[in-house]
């Protein structure tokens, strides 16, 4: 099959031909949700083009009929750690497409592929792809309709596809790809999709399904193989960039944990519109593309640096100031609570990557300008408040500054012998130098932490609202000042990790360090190998356990010995707690006389921590990596 060469398109141009392929195959084209939903409480941001569309997917009427397309701005926080590599955002638009019991795999797959292979001019030979391997335990089968169903697509371009059983990306990077190679089967960490993640946590009564993930090939080149093992389309190395995930929602869960058919299966297709923009480009680098490479040009120009000297800092100013303005021409403005204390965040973030390139007036304007101009067509119904978005960014970026200088100066004071968390406290209330942002450059400088830092500063909180009179009963509920429901939660949720590592990996397993945010939590602790695909799932699955489980937790103080000795309570650092300690546990029942059979930890902490698990919502390990010689860490969140 011959392939016609196309020039390659900018990210508005894929975004509407996108739009206009799916209205000639029969789609409707629907507004995209704001970022920031009014009747959505379980989370802060649009993260997908599906989470809006919920209800309807769940078998309401859609008032545009059963065919339905968009391209929806989307926010994830949870990324934010990652921005500063090639291929992560928080910020970026995803393109969909919708079936309400209406087509299935067989044009969707072919359809994507068209769209990528005849509409851009995609080579190819450079799209991979994967498909469930299936689940004996809940008898759900390999799903090899798709992979037949791609194989002939693959026919149909002269591609002789073959099939590979990988299973966990554990075994892909040890594996590799053999020659001919192009559908790969993967377990439900990779292609399954439902609200809660993997099958297991599937929750009752949610549709759910495989999914077929496309993947572009950058080039075994890229791969760094020392690093992340031997090239797979899932590997996080950067020769393989998904670029679109079909789920097709073809079960449901029953009430008694089986899976079952439904009459009606849907298909919910996302692809991100900066990615497709990259492989059309041929460019690994999503910053090379249109929305974005006219904002780090204007940020160089600024700095008089070049991007490719500071690479990171530029990504990271990139994508926040996007973020940020999106949020603002929301309507949505900085505060110290939740989606308002994110976007601050996302601004203060940014003005401190710029200082690092010598820019210290102010500089959002110029920057946010372009920005703007990028996001020119997209509707006022989304952007209800453009004209004042940029005067919000302004007076917070004017605001900050006026306290940045003094912080880093206090920072530069403190880091000659460490910081505790008293200290770290200190920066925040008095120098408004945010826990996150000092944690980071601390980090950043190699400035020494205290072992115990995070429930140092925690202490120094509670203590701090208790003198001004603001504490309640509910103050452990309400949590840190940085978005306290979330902190909190997570907070309760690294002591159920810790007690899951103890229990099913090494009873030797102590906390080595954490970093808790309102979006994820970073878990450090010792193991010397890499947890394995069943350890790691086996940990997540413990914890999702405990949290149905709805147990309590409780606070009680003690004599550390007593503590230490009879009732065994899990601490690292007994020589330098006070006599009298704070003990978190967490069990059915839990007294004070000591640890029941049903317990599942018992730690010495600061707090604050939620009152019952059953607030925590489902746990997932997002990522697990090394930190140091001997030391792993687990990236986390709650759904």
Known sequence: ?????????NANQIRQKFLDFQVKKGHQVIAPAPLVLDNDPTTLFTGSGMQPLMPYLLGQPHPSGLRLTDSQPCLRLQDIDDVGDPRHTTVFEMLGNWSLGDY?????????????????????????VTCFIGNEKYGIPKDTESAQIWQQVFKKAGINAQIAEIGTAANGSQRG?????????????????????????????DPCGPDSEVFYDFGEDKQDVAKYGKSHPTSD????????????????RNADGTFSELQHKNVDFGGGLERIAAAAIDSFDVFEVSLLKPIIEQIATLSGKSYYDYTEEMRIIADHLRGAYLLTAQGLTPSNKQQGYALRRLIRRAILKALKLGIDQNFLEPVVSVVAREYQGLPDSILTSRDSALAVLIKEEKAFRNTLRRGLRELEKLKSHGLNGQELFKLQDTYGFPLE???EEARNNQTKLSANWQAEFDAALAEQRMRSKTASKGLFKGGLQDHSIQTTKYHTATHLLLAALQKLVDPQIVQKGSNITAERVRFDFNLDHKLSDFEQRAVEDQVNQWIKQDLDVTCAEYDKTYAKDIIKAHGEFWDKYPDQVKVYTIGKNAVAQGIIPTIASCEVCGGPHVTHTGELGVFRIIKEESSAAGIRRIKAILE
Do not use: C
């Not at 190395?237 to 449901?252: C, D, L, P, S, T």
């Open 1 to 9: 099959m011959r392939r016609a060469i196309i020039t390659p398109m």
């Open 104 to 128: 299935f795999k067989t044009e969707q797959i072919q359809n994507f592929f068209d769209f990528l292979t005849q509409e851009l001019g995609l080579d190819p030979t450079k799209i991979y």
């Open 177 to 205: 790809i053999q020659p001919g190679e192009r559908i790969f089967f993967y377990d439900d960490h990779e292609n399954w999709w439902s609200r809660g993640g993997g099958i297991e946590t599937t929750p009752i009564g």
């Open 237 to 252: 190395g950067a020769r393989f960039m998904e670029i679109g995930n079909q789920v097709f929602m073809q079960y449901k």
């Open 437 to 439: 942002l000092s944690v």
